[in-house]
């Protein structure tokens, strides 16, 4: 194998040992469950709980109007159903961008 070679097929070890760093998370498979429920921090943020146990939080660029008395969401995931921090919701038909998506532990009042 040539060097150039070796450098493409990368290392097995290290790229298997590799985790995305913590400002990629996401929730797959969010047009198929993957989201068990949600709740508004007033208009600046939204606690998600997905399917898998894990707990998220996402801020939005600006105020997400109306977010603290909705009683339902649109999330807008990426074309494989994906959520992320490129992703955003529909509230009352307003879009919502995130800021940032991070994983958290579990909240404490959920």
């Not at 400002?23 to 600046?44: L, T």
């Not at 105020?63 to 919701?89: M, Q, T, Y």
Request: contains cysteine.
């Amino acid at each position: 194998m040539t060097a150039a070679a070796a450098a493409y097929a990368g290392d097995p070890k290290t790229d298997t040992d590799a985790k995305p760093p913590p400002d990629r998370a996401q929730i797959n498979f969010v047009n198929y469950g993957g989201i068990r429920d949600w709740k508004a921090q007033r208009n600046d943020a939204l606690l998600i709980r997905a399917q898998n146990g894990k707990y998220y939080r996402a801020t939005f660029f600006g105020p997400c109007i109306g977010l603290d008395f909705a009683h339902r969401i649109g999330f807008v995931s990426d074309v494989l159903g994906s959520l992320d921090k490129f992703s955003s919701i529909y509230v009352d038909g307003h879009e919502c961008f995130f800021r940032t998506f991070q994983e958290i532990p579990k909240p404490d009042k959920w």
